[in-house]
């Protein structure tokens, strides 16, 4: 009868916990490997060297890379959460 309570094949087999063990860094866009990265996205669906972290707000890593990516781009600053909120009171205390 096989031992089931010896783990230590599964874990080695299991991809959905290779995958959490993966390495994974911010996207920079200045950054030429990051660049590269997401190249082979764009081409192949797959990530390359280097693969990133999903950040607030975004809710996958796809979104998150391209968002980041386009504003480098454009030079635009995504507005953050104290700027929001400062402005939205200021424009209730003027109503």
Given at each position: ?95
């Amino acid at each position: 009868m096989p031992n089931f309570t010896d783990s230590s094949d599964f874990l080695n087999r299991a991809t959905t916990l290779r995958l959490a063990a993966t390495n994974r860094t911010t996207f920079d866009p200045s950054n030429g490997d990051h660049l590269e990265s997401l190249r082979s996205f764009i081409n192949t669906g797959n990530w390359g060297t280097v693969m990133f972290h999903c950040e607030y707000p975004f809710t996958d890593v796809p979104t998150t890379v391209m968002m980041k990516f386009t504003g480098h781009i454009l030079g635009a600053k995504r507005e953050t959460a104290e700027v929001r909120i400062n402005r939205r009171l200021s424009a209730e205390a003027v109503n």
